[in-house]
């Protein structure tokens, strides 16, 4: 089961999902593509089944940071 969650900010996620389908998942990871209505801003996260985070950092001026 794949997980993604999105959050603003320094808050605690207010937006996840779940997806059974691999595919689906990382398709719907990448449709996320700015900061959203954060302030400063947004962080993306999608969890494998194998417990790694990818982690997607939308930063209101335009930066993006991608980690693992």
């Known amino acids: 089961m794949y997980k993604i969650t999105v959050a603003?900010?320094?808050?605690a996620p207010h937006w996840q999902k779940d997806y059974p389908d691999e595919m689906k998942a990382w398709q719907a990871f990448f449709q996320f593509t700015d900061?959203?209505?954060a302030n400063e801003y947004?962080?993306?996260n999608i969890y494998t089944p194998e417990l790694v985070c990818y982690?997607?950092?939308f930063y209101r001026e335009g930066r993006k940071v991608v980690t693992k």
């Open 42 to 44: 947004s962080t993306v």
């Open 55 to 57: 982690t997607k950092v």
């Open 35 to 37: 900061w959203g209505t």
């Open 8 to 11: 603003y900010d320094s808050n």
